[in-house]
């Protein structure tokens, strides 16, 4: 992910063993976030539709005020992050911007650059989601 603020630009990267995408843009999101040191005024730009629907859509907050299920039959997906990231969001005032990925955005490149370095490297730790839902 990258950071910037006026001149100043900061880039983290990480990942994990047996995840997903979705995982993975979720956690991007929520690191980003977490590295703020103060109330900020935000806007995260993601090619993940899942992220930015989500949020934009209100589907994140309804999965939750629904005990992190989708309907009555099917359980939201990754619901240890959606709940971290919307604990999150009551901390800022954040916009989400869906960009088309690999269409020469800078941002959105350099992301993925980052992203590919981290997925590359050995010794990843697993993924190891937490029982939000009693699921």
Request: charged share 25%.
């Amino acid at each position: 992910m990258v950071l910037m603020y006026g001149d100043h630009r900061k880039e983290l990267s990480g990942g994990y063993n047996n995840t997903t995408n979705n995982r993975m843009e979720l956690l991007a999101a929520i690191k980003g976030l977490e590295a703020l040191k103060e109330p900020c005024r935000v806007t995260i730009y993601s090619d993940s539709r899942y992220l930015v629907d989500a949020v934009r859509q209100g589907w994140a907050k309804r999965w939750q005020a629904n005990g992190w299920r989708r309907n009555k039959t099917e359980p939201a997906l990754n619901a240890d992050l959606w709940e971290r990231l919307l604990g999150l969001l009551t901390g800022h005032e954040v916009e989400f911007v869906w960009v088309r990925g690999h269409q020469g955005n800078p941002g959105n490149e350099r992301c993925d650059a980052l992203a590919n370095v981290a997925a590359r490297q050995p010794d990843l730790p697993p993924d190891e989601p937490l029982d939000v839902a009693g699921q």
